[in-house]
């Protein structure tokens, strides 16, 4: 069975920013804040981690960056699904910016996804983009403009609403993350505030002065603006 997200989430990426122990020492952090502030976090681990960061971690729920399509047997560079799935992952990314894919090749690893029970989380680089991706029915959908990933420049409220609303009009119950160019705790405040289900960060992350303090920083601040949003709809609810 796949593993549920609970709404607001925060998705940590990795890349290739950190290796080794560092990723291990990050994905602690991460873990204790996801426990303390009681929020669902999505760690985007390199290959080479993830039965590391998963064997080490409670709380996470652990992505592999990428996979293939193909089966148990030939295929000495490809990334096997079933190889992802046991060494801990709950879920793989698709089609970064930085690893894009076809629209047929996406189809196809969903459904092999779906065949192990990982989860899905597809990334889009427009409105339009995000449209098309959600007829596939992944999990979740990031939205993310290129030219604003690693900018320290968020999107806007407008295309957090159009791009959360195109893709809901497909598939109500896929999942929106915004991602693009989220540096600090403001940024996750305002994005979730403004309507966002999930909000990641990579370079926000691992380029900090304290990589550890900075993911801290962001998921405090997930539960911060959640809880907010719980106050105004209860205060709403009283004076109505």
Same mark, same amino acid.
């Given at each position: ?81 079933? #190889?992802?799935?046991?060494?801990? $992952? !709950? %879920? &793989? ?7 894009? *894919?076809?629209?047929?090749? +996406? ?88 309507? #966002?289900?999930?909000?990641?960060? $990579? !370079? %926000? &992350? ?7 303090? *900075?993911?801290?920083?962001? +998921? ?21």
């Amino acid at each position: 069975m796949k593993k549920k997200i609970r709404t607001p989430f925060f998705e940590v990426g990795v890349k290739n920013y950190l290796y080794g122990d560092r990723v291990l020492e990050l994905a602690k952090a991460a873990d204790a804040a996801a426990a303390k502030y009681d929020i669902d976090v999505l760690f985007l681990s390199p290959y080479t981690e993830i039965r590391r960061v998963a064997e080490n971690t409670e709380h996470l729920i652990v992505f592999a960056p990428y996979m293939d399509t193909l089966r148990p047997g030939r295929g000495i560079a490809d990334v096997l699904p079933e #190889a992802v799935k046991a060494a801990g $992952a !709950s %879920g &793989v990314v698709l089609n970064h910016c930085e690893r894009p *894919m076809t629209l047929v090749s +996406i189809r196809e690893t969903i459904k092999r996804a779906n065949e192990l029970e990982l989860l899905t989380f597809a990334c889009a680089d427009t409105i339009e983009e995000a449209k098309a991706l959600a007829q596939f029915h992944p999990d979740i959908i990031n939205p993310e403009p290129s030219e604003l990933i690693g900018s320290g420049k968020v999107s806007n409220l407008e295309f957090i609403y159009q791009s959360t609303h195109a893709v809901k009009a497909v598939y109500p119950d896929i999942l929106v993350e915004q991602a693009a160019g989220i540096s600090c705790g403001e940024h996750v405040y305002r994005t979730i505030y403004a309507g #966002a289900e999930g909000v990641g960060a $990579a !370079s %926000g &992350v691992c380029t900090a002065l304290n990589p550890c303090a *900075m993911v801290d920083e962001m +998921i405090s601040n997930v539960r911060k603006a959640f809880d907010d949003i719980q106050a105004e709809s209860q205060t709403v609810r009283r004076v109505l």
